[in-house]
């Protein structure tokens, strides 16, 4: 089984779910003896293509392109679509990006394909491959197979492997220019200026790590604690719906069935019992930590690991731990 | 502005699921519009206040999918076309998108909604398909959409939208995107009006037309199956760390970092 | 806010699409079409009716345990066996009696437990296909929308004003902000259910109050699927005894459906001593004792949910009739409370409802003199008949349940006379007794397999509601809260609420009121069981609430 890796990049700076992707189509070869390939696309991107090419991969394919200094998915299409067609692959994987889901369902169709987006994981059973995915916003997860002959198409979610299981090599796998023929009249969308917002909506389906406070944390003024804490970790800071109800804060940062649906590498809940409103929210998380004085809080039902404490205790003892670490 | 939004119905959120094979019973549960596609529902009419023009709204499903249809015709918009497919949950993303993309086709189309993505499938395809089907320009996860009337030389050059894209972290980026297109719409974006009772009342009289998929000229292929859905199982055992603070703390940090992986 | 709202005009408008509401718009609609075929004049229209519901889906808020006597649809929808959704007919009625281990089945069960001829059904179920037949017959069914005031005119009613949209939790407006309708009507139909808002309105202001005041209880239910074999289809049990004290008036219930599904509950009159007595713990209780747990075993929650039923009868029944109004369904006191039996009761109710405004349309008159046709109908109707022979059934427990069988066993002989006819009845809030300084009962947490805290029973029953409205639950003065009831009845809102909505949080010194809003189920306990009456429940945002598909 051929496998090849569409990894992401821009300007010259890695998405870090592109290795993650990489650990999965490693693990997938391992299972399906297969050989996995990885294209980098871009412009510019030779130092990132030998990066790559010191991973435990049989090759690396450097696609580049004037046209495709910015992303459009026009011009990704089309140069993928070629790069597809003549290295044959019977695998295509990518990170489940927001680039991703722009062009990759589009790659696919273009060859009369179709791709199943956004796995967890993957088991190999008998020699067939089958594809994880969640349904019902998590409530679910649900098994799927690919029907026909390849190319197959799929992406992984984000945090489904972890980047730090990527095997290097000892020696360097090679690396190929491949070349693409591109029109500018192929590219009929025109990327403009790319920008930060300073007042951005938070968008915590996205964070990596959450800490998320509950009733415990009293008062408002306790919250910056909590805050401290999270920028020590680099997390997002979230609550269950009391804290929001009350206004302490604001809605956006609420998870639960009422709020948002969260899944994170890592959910750190303080001060939260774990009633099942916010449960619905978080469990798909795939490390939660509790912190709660109440040892029957249900919350410790689902954590990972648990502390049985006053959160007001271990919070800075935790943020201090935690600064230690990064310095 | 004639303006094509692809509804969703889907089981209701709150709904209890009993799972039956690679799909749900359906009875005793409740069906609602896709929450994502409410948006790209409420963008159209807010396209159409401002620029004129028609918004048809197109579902593909069972019978039952003509009352999501008639919510947003109550909510001002003028059509509806409800392609009859019972089977359409085994439906793939390709298949189901050829399927819209046929129905669309047969109109006079300038801009093609859609949500970002199901809350029950939740492939998230559904927008790019038609686009690559209908071999139109698109761009996904759309915050804004500036429609640019005519151009600065006065001839009649086809129109041009300028489109605030959502990145990840924090990032946006502005896209020029000429019409016609497909868009894909960002959950939030704007604030969902209620339907009025006028509105209601009016829905009745608006036209449903109904077309099936074999009527399309679609054939049912599919490129990928949905073998089972489960409920995932809890295989984990919760780790109590005990002690005073500093030192729980150093060992949950240690745990995070070298067990779990996460930091 | 003074405002200008948006003016419709209905000939009819009937709030709340429940048995009775349903009933009347779909019984109207058939005799106006009947009218226009036949060529009499004026052509009526049934599009001219409007219905408002305040459910996201017709049904929605629909609970009931339920048994119906299919009298009332039968004459509705004629050939109703083979098209209404009706789950099974009973086949089994037993009447048992449960000590804390031990239960015991009536040899013969008493003739108000006995319920053959009649089907258990999902509530819901039938009034969601009694709204489809409803909305093919024309009708204008608005859901999402609900009756916030009523309109008044001269000595009667002339419609509702809607619900405000679009208001953030501090009653500004929000971007999407509708002001409610002006909907106006030549007969105004309050058909809201239990304890409706703009009937308690009604009836206090232009005092139509009968010579009792209402009296509640409360019911609890869940929906669970069971292993097969455990429960047979039909199987109708009615408990009686353990774990409610004798000095309480209730029981528990299980309905066997098709498919391994059943339904149980407990109602409790709302009329008890002990300020602190939380009904949903006693319904997780019951369901621990070893009758019910057998049934249980191995088995699932499906749905939760909760509601008040107004048990007080014919001698509680308002005034039903006014200028341009009529009150039908649990709203007008339509329930036989000896036979919990109030879905016949309220459809019939609706049916004589629309008869009345048939002729009313005809005549062209909507006034009270025309429009107490209705009472004249109630009064040679089934609803009479059976409502006069239980009219002092309830009132004869005020002083436990061995002085109830007592007086009802009388009252069974004597055509619902009894010892004294009328029987008085005292709001059920007045019967709390102080506390006393007694110190507050630890609250039930539940195994979360048999039992369940309200938390998740609350998840289970779907309610929601968008976060950033009003608060919907009106509390005139929450100083009397957190200072006289604290030391008086210990705040019996955070026991007597089946969603977990009222919370004495403190801060500082003193307790405060916290209102969880979006758990509210809709079932108006706190409406009628708060000590001080201060506690107004009206209507939030349409749509919001729970989701009892299949209860």
């Keep these: 089984m051929k496998i090849l890796v569409i990894t992401e990049q821009r300007q010259g700076k890695w998405n870090n779910t592109s290795f993650e992707t990489l650990v999965a189509a490693q693990q997938i070869a391992a299972a399906a003896s297969g050989t996995v390939s990885t294209v980098v696309i871009g412009k510019g991107v030779a130092a990132l293509a030998d990066e790559v090419a010191s991973k435990n991969v049989a090759d690396v394919s450097i696609v580049e392109h004037d046209l495709l200094d910015s992303y459009t998915p026009d011009g990704y299409c089309t140069a993928l679509k070629q790069v597809v067609e003549s290295a044959k692959p019977d695998l295509v994987l990518f990170p489940h990006t927001y680039q991703v889901r722009d062009f990759a369902p589009k790659l696919a169709a273009s060859l009369g394909k179709g791709m199943i987006g956004d796995c967890v994981g993957f088991r190999n059973e008998g020699g067939k491959l089958v594809f994880v995915r969640q349904m019902f916003q998590g409530k679910t997860a649900a098994d799927v197979t690919f029907l026909g002959a390849g190319p197959w198409f799929a992406s992984f979610q984000s945090g489904a492997f972890r980047a730090d299981q990527l095997a290097a090599h000892s020696s360097k796998a090679p690396v190929n220019a491949v070349a693409v023929t591109l029109d500018a009249a192929d590219i009929r969308t025109k990327p403009l200026e ?84 916010h449960v619905v929210g978080m469990k798909g998380a795939r490390t939660i930590v509790a912190v709660n004085k109440d040892q029957n809080a249900p919350i410790f039902e689902i954590a990972d690991y648990g502390i049985v404490a006053d959160i007001f205790e271990v919070m800075p003892a935790l943020t201090e731990e935690l600064q230690k670490a990064k310095g | 502005m004639n303006i094509l939004v692809c509804i969703k119905q889907v089981p209701a959120k709150d709904a209890p699921l009993a799972i039956a094979g690679n799909w749900i019973k359906e009875s005793d549960i409740g069906f609602e519009m896709n929450e994502p596609d409410s948006y790209a529902l409420e963008e159209a009419l807010r396209l159409k206040e401002k620029h004129g023009g028609e918004v048809i709204v197109l579902s593909l499903g069972p019978e039952r999918v003509k009352q999501t249809i008639k919510e947003a015709l109550a909510k001002g918009a003028d059509r509806g076309i409800h392609i009859a497919d019972d089977n359409f949950a085994e439906l793939d993303p390709l298949g189901a998108a050829k399927v819209l993309a046929a129905a669309i086709g047969k109109e006079k189309i300038d801009l093609v909604l859609t949500g970002l993505q199901s809350d029950d499938h939740g492939f998230g395809q559904t927008g790019v398909l038609l686009a690559a089907l209908l071999n139109l320009p698109h761009a996904t996860i759309i915050m804004q959409i500036d429609v640019q009337e005519g151009s600065s030389s006065g001839t009649t050059a ?22 016609p297109a497909v868009l894909s719409i960002q959950s939030g974006i704007n604030k969902v009006r209620y339907a009025t009772l006028k509105g209601i009342m009016a829905a009745k009289k608006k036209e449903i037309a109904t077309v099936t998929r074999e009527a399309l000229g679609v054939s049912a292929e599919s490129t990928q199956k949905i073998e089972k859905i489960y409920v995932p199982t809890k295989t984990k055992k919760t780790e109590f760390l005990t002690g005073p603070p500093k030192e729980v703390a150093a060992k949950l940090v240690e745990k995070l970092k070298f067990e779990a992986r996460v930091i | 806010m003074t405002m200008q709202r948006e003016q419709l005009e209905a000939d009819v ?90 239960s015991y089945r009536a040899p013969i069960t008493p003739p108000p437990f006995n319920n053959t001829g009649n089907y258990v059904i999902s509530l819901s179920k039938v009034v969601k296909w009694l709204g489809g037949l409803v909305e093919a017959a024309g009708v204008n069914l608005f859901k999402e929308f609900g009756g916030a005031d009523l309109i008044y005119e001269g000595d009667g009613i002339a419609g509702v004003i809607t619900e405000d949209k679009g208001l953030d939790k501090n009653g500004k407006p929000k971007a999407n902000y509708t002001p409610g309708y002006e909907l106006r009507a030549k007969v105004t139909v309050l058909a809201e259910g239990t304890r409706g808002s703009l009937t308690k309105q009604l009836v206090a202001k232009k005092h139509l109050d009968n010579i009792n005041p209402q009296s509640y209880g409360i019911g609890i239910k869940e929906l669970w699927d069971v292993q097969p074999g455990k429960i047979k289809p039909g199987y109708v049990a009615h408990t009686l005894g353990w774990p409610i004290s004798t000095k309480m008036y209730g029981g528990g219930w299980i309905y066997g459906l098709s498919n391994n599904r059943i339904s149980i509950g407990l109602v409790i009159a709302l009329e008890y001593e002990n300020s602190r007595f939380d009904p949903h713990a006693a319904f997780q209780t019951w369901k621990t004792h070893p009758f019910v747990r057998n049934i249980l075993e191995g088995g699932k929650l499906v749905r939760y949910g909760a509601k008040s039923l107004p048990y007080g009868g014919w001698y509680a029944m308002p005034r039903n009739f006014m200028d341009g109004g009529l009150i039908a369904g649990d709203s007008g006191s339509f329930l036989d409370s000896q036979r919990l039996k109030g879905v016949h009761l309220a459809m019939k109710s609706g049916m004589l409802a629309a ?156 307790l405060k009121l916290k209102i969880n809003a979006a758990n509210c189920v809709h079932c108006k306990t706190c409406d009628i069981a708060d000590p001080y009456q201060i506690i107004d429940w009206v209507v939030p945002e349409g749509g919001g609430g729970p989701n009892y598909d299949g209860m």
């Design chain 1, 194 to 277: 790319v920008f930060k917002e300073a007042k951005s909506a938070v968008d915590l389906t996205q964070a990596p790590l959450i800490v998320s406070i509950g009733r415990g944390i009293k008062a408002p003024e306790n919250i910056a604690q909590a805050e401290a804490l999270a920028k020590a970790m680099g997390a997002e800071i979230a609550a269950s719906r009391p804290i929001c109800d009350e206004g302490w804060l604001p809605m956006e940062r609420q998870i639960g069935s009422s709020g948002q649906t969260v899944a994170p590498k890592l959910y750190l809940a303080l001060g939260i019992s774990g009633a099942i409103q």
């Design chain 3, 355 to 510: 008869e009345t405004i048939f002729e009313a349309l005809k005549k062209g008159d909507y006034s009270a003199n025309t429009l107490k046709l209705y009472k004249e109908k109630i009064d040679h109707s089934y609803i009479k008949e059976e409502l006069w022979k239980v009219r002092n059934f309830h009132q004869s427990f005020r002083n436990g349940m061995l002085d109830g069988f007592f007086h009802s066993a009388i009252q069974q002989i004597t055509g619902g006379a009894g010892l004294v006819d009328p029987m008085h009845a005292h709001a059920g809030h007045e019967a709390y007794k102080p506390i006393f300084g007694r110190p507050a009962p630890e609250r039930f947490k539940g195994d979360g397999k048999l039992t369940f805290d309200r938390l998740t029973d609350v998840y289970h029953s779907g309610t929601r509601h968008d976060e950033d409205q009003p608060c919907h639950l009106k509390v005139q003065d929450l100083n009397i809260c957190s200072t006289k009831c604290v030391e008086e009845f210990g705040n019996p809102c955070q026991y007597f609420c089946p969603a977990a909505v009222y919370e004495m949080v403190k801060e500082g010194s003193t």
């Design chain 2, 158 to 179: 086809p129109r041009l939208m300028k489109l605030k894209r959502e990145l990840e972290a924090g990032w946006f980026q502005w896209i020029e995107c000429p019409l």
């Design chain 3, 13 to 102: 408008l009937i709030v709340g699409a429940g048995p009775a509401g349903l009933s009347c718009a779909l019984h109207l609609a058939n005799l106006i079409k009947q009218h226009n075929a036949s060529g009499a004049k004026p052509e009526l229209s049934a599009e001219n009716i409007y219905v408002l519901e305040k459910g996201r889906e017709i049904g929605a808020h629909q609970l009931s345990g339920a048994i119906m006597n299919p009298k009332a649809l039968a004459e509705l929808v004629p050939g109703f066996e083979k098209s209404a959704p009706l789950d099974t007919p009973v086949t089994d009625s037993a009447a048992l009696l449960f000590t804390e281990k031990h």
